[in-house]
């Protein structure tokens, strides 16, 4: 079976432009406006952006280990046999357009706290820090990296589906969060 492999300059380009997106949507909103959400089963913005740093920095001790050398897989990250089904399961579950709500782990939540105007900026040292991780990848393999879901050491995929899923989860938030900023009701 072929591995899922990636063009990784067009998803880092991808990842700076989403994340320069974002940073501009939401600079200018005050603290008000950012955690305004239209119900209480919606997420406000602040916490679209409080569960992408949530989300992603839970794969920073992986992408630490990768990009210094000292990754080392277990027998079950490199010997399973559903690592493509999961990429492919999660990669179409965070996909930019919604086909179907998703429930994000306990581990990926936001935090539901009085979020301030600082997330924008917590955002996007956040992002550099991850495209910095993800550009000391170049040269590597990134369809032959199998590593864990930090949702779940059962769930392994390669680096090639983190990375686009990665960037995939940022076009979806950044999507809901404009859609919360179009509400009628969102605060002018």
């Not at 305004?36 to 992408?52: A, F, I, M, T």
């Not at 990754?71 to 399961?89: I, T």
């Not at 989860?169 to 969102?186: C, G, P, Y």
């Amino acid at each position: 079976m072929a591995k899922h492999q990636i063009d990784l300059e067009k998803q880092l380009e991808r990842g700076k432009r989403v994340g320069q997106e974002i940073v501009d949507a939401f600079k200018g909103l005050s603290n008000e406006q950012l955690n305004w959400k239209p119900d209480n089963k919606s997420w406000s913005v602040g916490e679209c952006l409080d569960h992408l740093i949530t989300s992603n920095k839970t794969y920073f001790p992986v992408l630490e280990d990768i990009t210094s050398g000292n990754y080392r897989p277990d027998f079950w990250a490199k010997n399973s046999p559903f690592s493509s089904m999961f990429g492919k399961m999660l990669l179409d579950s965070v996909s930019p357009e919604v086909k179907r709500k998703a429930i994000s782990p306990k581990a990926f939540k936001p935090s539901y706290s009085n979020i301030t105007i600082q997330i924008v900026n917590d955002f996007e040292k956040h992002q550099e820090q991850l495209i910095t991780y993800f550009e000391k990848t170049k040269g590597m393999n990134h369809g032959s990296i199998m590593i864990h879901s930090p949702a779940g050491a059962f769930i392994t995929y390669s680096l090639s589906y983190l990375v686009e899923m990665l960037f995939n989860h940022e076009q979806r938030h950044f999507n809901q969060a404009k859609r919360v900023m179009n509400s009628a009701d969102f605060p002018k």
